[in-house]
T-cell receptor
Framework: KQEVTQIPAALSVPEGENLVLNCSFT??????LQWFRQDPGKGLTSLLL?????REQTSGRLNASLDKSSGRSTLYIAASQPGDSATYLC?????????FGQGTTLQVKP | KAGVTQTPRYLIKTRGQQVTLSCSPI?????VSWYQQTPGQGLQFLFE???????NKGNFPGRFSGRQFSNSRSEMNVSTLELGDSALYLC?????????????FGPGTRLTVL
């Protein structure tokens, strides 16, 4: 059974810091891995999608990497801003569904 | 291009009632999936529809059902509501059914069961 774990559960950093969010999964037989952002009470915003054959994807200040063999992905956020405060979720695509981690709640202090 | 839309955004029901939630996917997207989000269980997969057929189903009781119409819009129904059904219900759409398709989520419907 596929399990997805995100560490840490919560993170508080001062503005301007570079930070790394971690995601691990137990079954390497995945189609892809997606990182999402969720603001309180809102839906999910897709940040990055990494196909199983890829090693990383970049969008602006965000960079996500994928190591299928070790079952790990990281989301790197450069020069963090207060507007980055949200919950970040990773999800692996297995057959027809996404399996989500519990998320990392990020607070960026001005 | 409009995103995924869900209606209603908020709903309050009492135990024993039934409820229908609606989801309109991004134009051109043919696959619709539903997820339940609760503080205790996180995000859990309910079901996936493609071309009006349920393709995958999560581990939820039969009180949870859904359907998809020819225009790809989808509805989800929950019968005999229980307190534990209170959750944020999220709909996601993708172009195709294949595993390499990116999923885009709507704003969700917040269901409260009293």
């Amino acid at each position: 059974k596929q399990e997805v774990t995100q560490i840490p559960a919560a993170l508080s950093v001062p503005e301007g810091e570079n930070l790394v969010l971690n995601c691990s999964f137990t079954d390497s037989a995945i189609y892809n891995l997606q990182w999402f952002r969720q603001d309180p009470g809102k839906g999910l915003t897709s940040l990055l999608l990494i196909q199983s054959s890829q090693r990383e994807q970049t969008s602006g200040r965000l960079n996500a990497s994928l190591d299928k063999s070790s079952g790990r992905s990281t989301l790197y956020i450069a020069a963090s801003q207060p507007g980055d405060s949200a919950t970040y979720l990773c999800a692996v695509r297995k057959t027809g569904k996404l399996i989500f981690g519990q998320g990392t709640t990020l607070q960026v202090k001005p | 291009k409009a995103g995924v839309t869900q209606t209603p955004r908020y709903l309050i029901k009492t135990r024993g009632q039934q409820v229908t939630l609606s989801c309109s996917p991004i134009s051109g997207h043919r696959s619709v999936s539903w997820y339940q989000q609760t503080p205790g269980q996180g995000l859990q997969f309910l079901f996936e529809y493609f071309s009006e057929t349920q393709r995958n189903k999560g581990n939820f009781p039969g009180r949870f059902s859904g359907r998809q119409f020819s225009n790809s819009r989808s509805e989800m129904n929950v019968s005999t509501l229980e307190l534990g059904d209170s959750a944020l219900y999220l709909c996601a759409s993708s172009k195709g059914q294949g595993g390499n398709n990116e999923q885009f989520f709507g704003p969700g419907t917040r269901l409260t069961v009293l």
